[in-house]
């Protein structure tokens, strides 16, 4: 095979390189992204309760009892979406529900849980991402399943519904809290 031959065919192998990612890429689901948290105690950080603006909430606030720490914001359709299903997991299951309000107005985050009712046992408010950053969010809905000491055992990006709570959240839930479902 000649010189230019071998040339003409460097853009065919390139295509298909692309084209084999591309293929593994669609393959992939864009909810199960990796967390560097997983297994490693949740960041520290020290923001203000949404509701109580005066109040400093710490990483202290996830010691005692297995958390869902639910990052939501009042502009996030998702977060709207998957709220009722907070309601019920809260009331219903007995899990305590933390709110991470992220790049979110005061005004806007309240009336949203004025609207809708709150299942939060307390929110965070983090309109900066001040916090955000160190918990590795970037996007709303996100919830973290937060052991009783203070470690994160799982991240789910997106909504939870009843199926996402059956399948997927309720078993690690409920292997942190000794096997109580």
Partial sequence: MNTSAKRALI???????LAALLFYGLQLDPRKIPSPLVDKPAP??????????????TRDILIGQVSLVNVW????PSCRQEHAELMRIAR?????????????????ALAMLQRYGDPYTVSLYDPDNQAGIDWGIYGAPETFIVDAEGIIRHKRVGPIDAQVWAEEIRP????YQGGKP
């Fill in 92 to 108: 219903e299951h007995g899990v305590r529900v933390i709110g991470f309000n992220w790049k979110d107005t005061r005004p806007e």
């Fill in 172 to 175: 690690i839930v409920a292997r």
């Fill in 44 to 57: 520290e950080f020290s923001l203000p309760d949404l509701k109580d603006p005066n109040q400093t909430l």
């Fill in 73 to 76: 914001a009042s502009w996030c």
């Fill in 11 to 17: 853009p065919l192998g390139i295509f298909l390189a």
